[in-house]
């Protein structure tokens, strides 16, 4: 009897062991505007490891589509509820979350944004590619294959979207710079690959002499690339496409794309929850990170640089 009393003491000195722990852990919202893309689960695996390696626990939690606003400020609000100790949040819409951002602050649970920001100065910490930067990259690359003369197009991804108007304002204002470019079509991918296949078909139709196409996602990439294929244009109209999907480095090996403008979404993630356990601590945090950004091409893209940023769940950070 004293074994099995000794037996059953030890699982409720283990129990209580366990849930001190377990609330010495802070609890860190990390809500993406979206799950679906590969860039996404990059996000996620850098959030984990930061998590891990500072002793966090991350709760991943987003809207499956980067259009669901409505979706994300549900989720937001309710962690805000449950008291978590941190939000990290890549925001689906500039304006639409300010609110509880402002409830989260005043409830003295620190924000930080990743990768899509708000139109607010109450965040933290914001820790992102130079979007507008990055865009004017992929203006100077698109001009530099169809040899700074001809018609180009726009495909941004969502309005209203931070990364959206920064990628659209950045491209507009470096394709500026060449007279002999004419920006012929900007219109929307909405982030989903058949509605960017469709969207560039109808501008081929439109704009039989089209030279080049700058698309702003993952998804507008690949739809891109579809509706090329399908008219049998491949290589004829250049792509720069936006992040680094495995489908997205196929077509670049393969000549469906010609360039891709690279960020670094692992240190996003990992940064972004690194910031909010400092701002737990009541250390202090960064206003602006830029995570940087990268040009690669067929010819660089081999290279253990580009092979870092390519391949990123191979090596962390």
Same mark, same amino acid.
Request: aromatic share 6%; proline share 4%; net charge negative.
């Given at each position: 009897?004293?074994h099995s009393m000794t037996f059953f003491t030890m699982i409720l000195l283990g129990a209580i062991a366990c849930s001190k722990s377990d609330k010495s852990r802070p609890k860190i919202l990390v809500s993406p505007k979206g799950l679906v893309h590969?860039?996404? !689960?990059?996000?996620?695996?850098?959030?984990?490891?930061?998590?891990?390696?500072?002793?966090?626990?991350?709760?991943?939690?987003?809207?499956?589509?980067?259009?669901?606003?409505?979706?994300?400020?549900?989720?937001?609000?309710?962690?805000?509820?449950?008291?978590?100790?941190?939000? !990290?949040?890549?925001?689906?819409?500039?304006?639409?979350?300010?609110?509880?951002?402002?409830?989260?602050?005043?409830?003295?649970?620190?924000?930080?944004?990743? +990768?899509?920001?708000?139109?607010?100065?109450r965040p933290l910490s914001f820790i992102a590619t130079d979007n507008v930067k990055a865009a004017e990259l992929a203006a100077d690359e698109l001009a530099r294959l169809i040899g700074s003369q001809g018609e180009a197009a726009l495909l941004p991804?969502?309005?209203?979207?931070?990364?959206?108007?920064?990628?659209?304002?950045?491209?507009?204002?470096?394709?500026?710079?060449?007279?002999?470019?004419?920006?012929?079509?900007?219109?929307?991918?909405?982030?989903? !690959?058949?509605?960017?296949?469709?969207?560039?078909?109808?501008?081929?139709? /439109?704009?039989?002499?089209? /030279?080049?196409?700058?698309?702003?996602?993952?998804?507008?990439?690949?739809?891109?690339?579809?509706?090329?294929?399908?008219?049998?244009?491949?290589?004829?109209?250049?792509?720069?496409?936006? +992040?680094?999907?495995? +489908?997205?480095?196929?077509?670049?090996?393969?000549?469906?794309?010609?360039?891709?403008?690279?960020?670094?979404?692992?240190?996003?993630?990992?940064?972004?929850?690194?910031?909010?356990?400092? /701002?737990?601590?009541?250390?202090?945090?960064?206003?602006?990170?830029?995570?940087?950004?990268?040009?690669?091409?067929?010819?660089?893209?081999?290279?253990?640089?580009?092979?870092?940023?390519?391949?990123?769940?191979?090596?962390?950070?």
């Open positions: 009897m004293k590969n860039f996404w !689960v990059t996000v996620k695996a850098g959030a984990d490891s930061a998590g891990k390696e500072l002793g966090a626990e991350v709760i991943w939690k987003g809207p499956a589509q980067e259009t669901d606003i409505a979706g994300q400020i549900a989720i937001v609000e309710d962690y805000i509820n449950k008291k978590v100790d941190a939000v !990290v949040l890549a925001a689906c819409d500039t304006k639409a979350l300010n609110g509880l951002i402002d409830r989260a602050m005043d409830n003295g649970i620190p924000v930080i944004t990743i +990768d899509s920001g708000v139109d607010y100065d991804h969502v309005p209203g979207a931070a990364t959206s108007i920064m990628r659209e304002e950045g491209f507009k204002k470096g394709i500026a710079k060449y007279p002999d470019v004419e920006l012929v079509a900007v219109q929307y991918s909405q982030s989903d !690959v058949a509605t960017a296949m469709s969207v560039i078909e109808n501008m081929l139709l /439109a704009h039989p002499n089209l /030279a080049g196409i700058f698309a702003t996602t993952e998804a507008g990439t690949l739809g891109a690339v579809q509706a090329l294929t399908a008219r049998g244009k491949i290589g004829q109209v250049k792509v720069v496409g936006f +992040d680094a999907a495995a +489908d997205e480095i196929t077509a670049l090996r393969n000549g469906g794309v010609q360039a891709l403008i690279v960020q670094d979404p692992f240190k996003m993630g990992h940064l972004g929850v690194k910031a909010a356990i400092d /701002a737990i601590a009541k250390r202090p945090v960064e206003k602006r990170i830029d995570t940087g950004v990268y040009v690669i091409t067929a010819d660089n893209m081999e290279t253990p640089e580009m092979r870092r940023v390519l391949y990123p769940l191979e090596k962390g950070l």
